[in-house]
């Protein structure tokens, strides 16, 4: 159970952890923590989630393991999730719960995906068919697990061209890679990219989203609490990151245990 009248915020965060993990598969987990922030007062629930967001910063593995369920469902669109995140980001500024501010802080000024060219007037890759092809046609090519099309696919400018290509079983970790990597990048591609649970849950796609400077701050900012040391190290130090994403990984960085995920961070692969 992971809510129950009366409860003390150690044992809420306890409850918390155990229930979503109990779940098993990532999809289940990612929906019980949504439907968890909705409908928790965030009064209530912002002392349990900084009490296990301050645990993953000091590596404990199953508050690191929860974190991840909690960045996935941070990548939710529904209009009702958004509003029950930003009370609870409030809530966690207002009564300083630090650790779980550093997961949800939300940067002065977010680039708005509104400015980035509409994809539907983008010229489209020359896809070898001798003339240009309809957004339908390009969505039923990245559907087909068709190697010699995905150098094509992965410069389409559409995200839903791009969302089907990330469900594409012939779809590697190096083109994703690739395709995060790539500046400059349209944000509304990234995005996509950061909803795809197989994907964000590989450290070199995390880390290749975060350290490409057109990935908007609400996006790279709940990442970065997933990254290892070493990373933490990388992004800080790289000028191209927006600077509220290097202090961020300042932040975290200092409040890592020495040596902790130097050898790597395979539970949350």
Not at 95 to 124: Q, T
Not at 192 to 201: C, Q, S, V
Not at 206 to 221: D, G, K, M
Not at 223 to 247: D, F, G, W, Y
Request: with cysteine; net charge neutral; charged share 30%.
């Amino acid at each position: 159970m992971l809510y129950t009248e009366g409860m003390g915020p150690i044992e809420r965060a306890d409850a918390v952890v155990r229930g979503t993990l109990a779940l098993g598969e990532g999809q289940y987990r990612v929906a019980q923590v949504r439907e968890l922030l909705r409908d928790l007062p965030a009064r209530e629930l912002a002392p349990a989630l900084e009490i296990v967001c301050a645990r993953a910063e000091q590596a404990e593995s199953r508050a690191r393991e929860w974190l991840v369920s909690l960045v996935d469902a941070l990548t939710g669109t529904e209009p009702e999730l958004r509003e029950a995140v930003q009370r609870l980001r409030e809530e966690a500024a207002g009564e300083s719960h630090l650790a779980l501010e550093r997961v949800l802080r939300s940067p002065a000024s977010i680039p708005v995906y509104g400015e980035v060219p509409d994809p539907n007037k983008v010229r489209s890759p020359d896809y070898g068919k001798g003339r240009p092809l309809t957004l339908g046609e390009r969505k039923s090519l990245a559907r087909r697990p068709d190697r010699e099309m995905m150098s094509r696919l992965l410069l389409d400018p559409h995200p839903e061209v791009i969302r089907r290509l990330l469900a594409n079983p012939k779809l590697t970790e190096d083109d994703v890679v690739r395709l995060a990597a790539k500046r400059p990048a349209r944000p509304d591609v990234l995005a996509e990219i950061a909803r795809t649970e197989k994907w964000m849950h590989r450290g070199r796609v995390r880390l290749t989203i975060v350290l490409n400077p057109s990935t908007p701050p609400e996006i790279s900012v709940p990442i970065a609490s997933l990254l290892m040391r070493q990373e933490l190290k990388l992004v800080a130090e790289t000028t191209a990151v927006p600077r509220v994403v290097r202090a961020l990984c300042l932040e975290h960085l200092e409040r890592r245990p020495p040596g902790d995920f130097d050898d790597g961070d395979a539970g949350l692969q």
